[in-house]
Every structure is written in C-alpha cells, then in structure tokens.
C-alpha cells in the first residue's frame, strides 16, 4: 500500500536550496526569494540535518556544492521542472513570451516593428527585456532571445541566423556638408570618431584606408550602439552600426553613408532559444515573424 511521501523533506526548504545552488550565496538568495537571509541558512541547515549530510562547503566568500548536494541539485531541479510543467497542463495561461533583446536591438530594430506585431499576433501577450547579459532561459522566465556574435550560444540552446552584420558608418548630412567627403584622409580626420561597446573603429579605418596610419584625436566613447548613433543624429560624429538599425534614419535623410562601403563582420543577430521551449507553438510563431521581418528589411 501507497503510504504516502512521509520521507520528504520540506518542500520549502528543497524550493530554498534550489535557488541557493544558482546563486551559491544566501544573501542573493534571500533577495530573490523575499525573505531574510537568516531564514535561507536556517532551511539549509534544517535541510541537511534531516538528510544527514553536508550538501555545500562553506568558504570564505561563496557557498559550493558538495559532491553529494550537486547530484542532489540536479534531481530537485528536475523535480520542479515536472511540478511547474504539470500546473501550466493544468492551468493552461494566455499565449505568453518574453524575448531577451539587447538595448540597441529593442531600440533600433524592435520598437518601431512591434504595431505590426501586435496587428499579426494580437493574442500573444509579449514582454520585451532589454539587457547586454547573457540569459538563463529557465529560470528568468525567458522563451526567446536575440543575441549578437557566433553560435554555439550554450549547451541545449539552438540558435537561427536573424540577419549576417555588416558595418556601416553613418553621419548626420549637416557635419558631412561642413568637413566634407569622409573618404579624403585629410578630411576624415576632422570628424569625431562615435565608439560603442564592439570597438570596431580600428578595423574599420583599415578597411577603409589600408595600409594608412591614420591619427585621430577626436573621439566620444558609448557603451552602447544606440547611444553612440544618437550622438551621429545631433551632428557629434561619425558612428559605425549595423545598416538594419538605420534604415528609417536613412530613408529620411536624417543621416547619410559617411562612405558607401559597408565592411562585413564574421559574426550576426541570433535568435535563441531552448530545443525544448516551454511553449513551443508560441515560440515558433514569434521566431517566423521575426525572420519574415529580418527578410522583409533586406529587399
């Protein structure tokens, strides 16, 4: 006879010891959970006591597994994912996704698309995270993510190519018209240089002028594309991005190629996302429309 799960421990301390084995410290852990930091080591405590081994080492300034808390953790993780996806059966939600973008992404390419998304997909409740980090997909809630670089983007993630990244540098057409053609190195040097967080000014100077040195001694620095071509539409410089994030700007006239070349990267716009997403049709629909706007940018 079933007599029941008597030999469990508490689930609110296995739910604590689950977030403690992300963050392997008490104190992210109370913050995330919303409770004292006290309570996190008293459940840790009370947790080992009643299993009767060391599930972490303690050092000086983080918390690791244990050989045994580590096989431990990945089980409990398991346990949860089983317990979360049976009341999503259960307790079916409306269509939702959350789409990880950097902040140039949402900005330049994202915002001014998503009329049209909301028009396509009017049943799909999106949420837009604008953010430079890497995501953990489980566990922040996030169904898919645009990322920049080359894949593999992590174990478990397949990525899709969005749109190959070419650089172009742009400039409002008032500077062009007062230092001139920025293809003459004499004149080039008279414009501020707008750097961003890629750092492809030096590789693009060389693109452009090979086997030239040439010393430029103005320069504003951004940590961000976006912000560096904020500054390129007040007339402040010349900035690099990629030609998709300008199309509007360029179309209008409000910046113009500072050269008509544009230099190619080995690297590009990624959708990513788990083979196993947690809601799979949603995720599918939201990645086709994404591409058919990357395609639709291109003619």
């Not at 996190?40 to 918390?63: C, N, Y």
């Not at 489980?138 to 990322?147: F, I, M, Q, S």
């Not at 990244?165 to 080039?188: K, R, Y």
Request: glycine fraction near 6%.
């Amino acid at each position: 006879m079933n007599q029941g799960f008597q030999a469990l421990p508490s689930l609110n301390a296995l739910r604590v010891f689950e977030a403690v084995t992300r963050h392997l410290n008490f104190r992210l852990t109370a913050e995330e959970l919303g409770v004292t930091q006290g309570a996190v080591a008293q459940h840790i405590r009370g947790l080992e006591a009643s299993l009767g081994l060391k599930l972490f080492d303690r050092l000086p300034r983080t918390l690791a597994l244990t050989a045994a808390g580590a096989g431990y953790a990945v089980h409990i993780r398991q346990a949860f994912e089983l317990i979360d996806e049976a009341t999503r059966t259960l307790r079916p939600e409306p269509d939702r996704l959350t789409l990880s973008v950097t902040p140039t992404f949402a900005s330049r390419w994202m915002l001014p698309r998503l009329p049209a998304f909301t028009a396509a997909w009017p049943d799909i409740d999106l949420r837009v995270l604008a953010s430079e980090r890497l995501v953990q997909f489980h566990h922040e809630g996030v169904d898919l993510a645009v990322r920049y670089g080359r894949p593999p983007f992590g174990s478990g993630l397949e990525a899709t190519l969005l749109f190959s990244q070419t650089v172009l540098a742009v400039v409002s057409p008032a500077l062009l018209a007062q230092h001139g053609d920025a293809a003459q190195p004499e004149n080039c040097l008279r414009y501020p240089l707008l750097h961003d967080g890629h750092h492809l000014w030096p590789a693009f100077l060389a693109f452009m002028f090979p086997g030239q040195s040439l010393q430029h001694q103005h320069h504003l620095r951004f940590n961000q594309t976006a912000l560096a071509l904020e500054a390129a539409l007040s007339g402040q410089g010349i900035a690099l991005t990629s030609p998709h994030f300008v199309q509007n700007d360029l179309a209008s006239g409000r910046l113009v190629p500072a050269w008509h070349r544009e230099m190619p990267v080995d690297a590009g716009w990624y959708l990513v996302a788990p083979r196993r997403p947690r809601e799979q049709a949603t995720v599918s629909a939201v990645r086709a429309w994404l591409l058919s706007q990357a395609e639709q940018s291109k003619d």
